[in-house]
Nanobody, 126 residues
Framework: QVQLVESGGGSVQPGESLRLSCAGSGLILDYHVIAWFRQAPGKEREGVSCISSTTGSTAYADSVKGRFTISRDDVKNTVYLDMNNLKPEDTAVYYC???????????????????WGKGTLVTVSS
């Protein structure tokens, strides 16, 4: 059984930081392309960041470049999203997402994104 468990969400003030974690089981994360998506109420889901298999090359949405960093720990089989200088518009449910295939490139609009975690809520307000 493939499972993805997100954690680390919470309520913070603008300018503060959070680290989100995605613990995987039933698959080796290093073999797959992994992304963080987010969805705010009434809005479409948005790709936030992506990390490629093996090489670990990354990509980011323009709205988070310079503030967010995605990384992967192969020993712990865990992916992280470090979020700095959080803004109210970052408020959303954040999902860890993995494609079941064995692609290597990091592109939001290329994969089926078969596996989704339950999500973790991030709220940024003053």
């Amino acid at each position: 059984q493939v499972q993805l468990v997100e954690s680390g969400g919470g309520s913070v003030q603008p300018g503060e930081s959070l680290r989100l974690s995605c613990a995987g089981s039933g698959l080796i994360l290093d073999y797959h392309v992994i992304a963080w998506f987010r969805q705010a109420p009434g809005k479409e889901r948005e790709g936030v960041s992506c990390i490629s298999s093996t090489t670990g090359s990354t990509a980011y949405a323009d709205s988070v470049k310079g503030r967010f960093t995605i990384s992967r720990d192969d020993v712990k089989n865990t992916v992280y999203l470090d979020m700095n200088n959080l803004k109210p518009e970052d408020t959303a449910v954040y999902y860890c997402v993995i494609d079941s295939g064995y692609g290597s490139s990091c592109q939001f609009d290329y994969y089926a994104w078969d596996y989704w975690g339950k999500g973790t809520l991030v709220t940024v307000s003053s």
